[in-house]
């Protein structure tokens, strides 16, 4: 088992910014309000234990974005918790494209996923739309060992001891936890190949044009947002570092 | 093939646990005449299917069949009726002679993420067993993308590698645990009393049923084994298991 210091560890933002260049011929804008909150505190801070950003943005000229927010929170020169989130507006039916890695000397813990803002099950058309373009994906990087391990793969039992973080994440959600340098890497090609899908698929996106359709998916969608952000096993640690306040907009932007 | 091997009681074991029910055997479905397939051989297939009707519950369907004396299939599937709003019970089952590969599910017939009083009740209660069963060797997804659609946060689904005999008994234990679970379930399921559920229900149970009915062919059975089953015997099979 690989322990890895702490500047061999993966550079998240830089990475899918500056080495994968995902954004590439998008202009992102800082979103400056989210919710009512101003945001301009989270995009750099530091506390006595804790540093790190939580950069929200939208796309120039999209309607669709309410929110890109790519995020570091380095605690104490031992973990980085890293987040990439991309979410429509309500008037579009895309899944949450959600990206948590959190690396430790150790090991990463990642969960990747366009997670379903409708139920799955029962809309056919919104499995064949929104996955059928990351089944193959899906296929090649679950086999990363770790997500895969002595012939069991394990994705879908990252958020084992939370049912309902399970209940958020699609039937293709790479998730796991990866122990070598190398296989790091390709946790984060496989987190950006996801990414660009998601922005091809928002590309093309319509708006939702039957109402009743856009009442359920934005009750899914709320009560996602909900439970990330009041129940996420996180969310306890960054309140006693930050106070009730700074978590509470760290968390609406992450999720 | 297939000779020595010694398979797995799959349908013993799980007509034991069916056997606490009070069941009557259905006869026909929708119109037709199903009792062909209770036990069948033709060139390639041995085997038999039967389905019941119980207490709250619209259709049991359970069955076993064997492909060229090489494969061995088992299905177990309770439709609740739809008066309940409780889950179905899917169990697949595929034994080789190296491996057997296996999906079984309490799958929800509401969105169990918003309806968290109906996760607790149908699913967080079976999570013991989702964690117990997840050192089995060879644990994976379910393969097909529509049917891993469909299955609920706890289903267990592997291709367990037979290196050793004991693990045919290992791999049918979250079947016939499972089932004992669901069969729990039916003593405190209470009648749908709200008509937005039971629109919900409703919809939700068709597009379960309609996935497993046409992924039958091609996915649960490979396209060889489905072209074996010769005459109206699928569709038989289909009618009794979904």
Redo the contacts between chains.
């Keep these: 088992m690989a322990r890895l210091g702490w500047n061999d560890m993966v550079d998240f933002a830089k990475v899918i910014c500056d080495e994968y260049k995902l954004f590439e011929g998008i202009e992102l804008v800082p979103l400056e309000t989210y919710e009512g909150m101003d945001t301009k505190p989270a995009w750099e801070f530091k506390a006595p234990m804790a540093s790190g950003f939580y950069k929200p943005y939208l796309i120039k000229g999209s309607d669709k974005i309410e929110k890109i927010t790519i995020g570091e929170l380095h605690y104490m020169g031992r973990a980085k918790y890293c987040a990439l989130n991309m979410t429509a507006t309500d008037d579009y039916d895309l899944p949450i494209f959600a990206c948590e890695f959190d690396e430790t000397a150790p090991r990463v813990g990642v969960t990747t996923d366009f997670m379903p803002t409708v139920d799955i099950a029962v809309h056919e058309d919104y499995l064949k739309k929104y996955y059928s373009p990351i089944a193959g994906l899906w296929r090649k990087y679950r086999t990363i060992p770790g997500f895969t391990k002595e012939g069991r793969c394990l994705v879908q039992r990252r958020y084992g001891p939370w049912p309902w973080a399970r209940e958020t994440l699609s039937p293709f959600s790479l998730d796991g936890r990866v122990e070598e340098k190398e296989d790091r890497k390709k946790v984060m090609e496989a987190v950006v190949a996801y990414a660009r899908v998601w922005l091809d698929l928002l590309e093309k996106a319509e708006p939702i044009s039957d109402p009743e359709y856009k009442q359920e998916m934005l009750k899914r969608k709320k009560t996602m947002q909900k439970y990330y952000r009041d129940l996420d096993p996180g969310g306890e640690v960054m309140k006693k570092i930050f106070g009730e306040g700074k978590h509470h907009l760290f968390v609406s932007l992450v999720f | 093939m297939g000779e020595g091997i010694k398979w797995s009681p799959y349908l013993e074991k799980m007509r034991e646990q069916m056997d606490q029910l009070k069941l009557s055997e259905i006869k026909e479905w929708s119109g037709h005449d199903i009792t062909p397939a209770r036990e069948f051989k033709t060139a390639q297939v041995q085997g038999g299917f039967k389905a019941f009707h119980a207490e709250k519950i619209e259709k049991i369907g359970v069955g076993s069949f064997y492909f060229n004396k090489e494969i061995h299939y088992g299905f177990c599937t309770i439709i609740p009726d739809e008066d309940y709003d409780l889950p179905m019970f899917v169990s697949q089952w595929e034994e080789g002679e190296k491996e057997i590969r296996f999906l079984v599910d309490i799958?929800?017939t509401v969105?169990?993420?918003?309806d968290?009083e109906y996760?607790k009740r149908y699913?967080?209660s079976v999570?013991p067993l989702w964690?117990k069963y997840?050192s089995?060797?060879?644990?994976?997804?379910?393969e097909s993308?529509?049917i891993?659609?469909?299955?609920s946060?706890i289903y267990t689904a592997a291709k367990v590698?037979i290196d050793k005999e004991g693990l045919r008994l290992a791999a049918l234990a979250p079947h016939t645990e499972y089932l004992k679970s669901y069969l729990n379930f039916l003593q405190e399921a209470y009648s749908i009393k709200d008509d937005t559920r039971r629109k919900e229900v409703k919809?939700?149970r068709g597009?379960?049923r309609d996935?497993l009915r046409k992924r039958f062919s091609g996915e649960i059975v490979c396209d060889s084994v489905s072209e074996a089953l010769e005459g109206n015997l699928q569709e038989q099979m289909v009618a009794i298991l979904f």
Excluded at chain 2, 136 to 142: F, H
Excluded at chain 2, 148 to 151: F, N, Q, V, Y
């Design positions: 799958m929800p969105d169990s993420l918003i968290e996760r699913l967080e999570q964690e997840a089995l060797p060879g644990i994976c997804p379910e993308d529509a891993r659609s469909l299955c946060i590698p919809r939700k597009v379960i996935v």
